[in-house]
Nanobody, 119 residues
Framework: QVQLVESGGGLVQPGGSLRLSCAAS????????MGWFRQAPGKERVFIAS????????FIPDSVQDRFTISRDEDKNTVYLQMNSLTAEDTAVYYC????????????WGQGTQVTVSS
């Protein structure tokens, strides 16, 4: 089992930046990859970034690639999402998730952290 705890959300003004953190605990050795998703009110959960735990290879869709960066700190078992040039459209609950070894889907999820972009 893997436990994920997000932090770093909050209220930010348009054009501002935030860095979200996701601390993993439990069976860390079994993690294949980690990622970030977000869900805006009334909308479906959307994938926004992933990182392979062993190699550090990342994937970010074109929709946010120029503004978001994902990274990891293996010593701290933590994944980060750096978000820049935020707009109101980035307002959502952001979730951290993990893919177990031998799997191809995100099986473990954090509780989410709220990000609100507003002046």
């Amino acid at each position: 089992q893997v436990q994920l705890v997000e932090s770093g959300g909050g209220l930010v003004q348009p054009g501002g930046s935030l860095r979200l953190s996701c601390a993993a605990s439990g069976s860390i050795f079994s993690i294949n990859a980690m990622g970030w998703f977000r869900q805006a009110p009334g909308k479906e959960r959307v994938f926004i970034a992933s990182i392979r735990w062993s190699s550090g290879n990342t994937f970010i869709p074109d929709s946010v690639q120029d503004r978001f960066t994902i990274s990891r700190d293996e010593d701290k078992n933590t994944v980060y999402l750096q978000m820049n040039s935020l707009t109101a459209e980035d307002t959502a609950v952001y979730y951290c998730a993990a893919v177990p070894a031998g799997r191809l889907v995100f099986d473990y999820w954090g509780q989410g952290t709220q990000v609100t972009v507003s002046s």
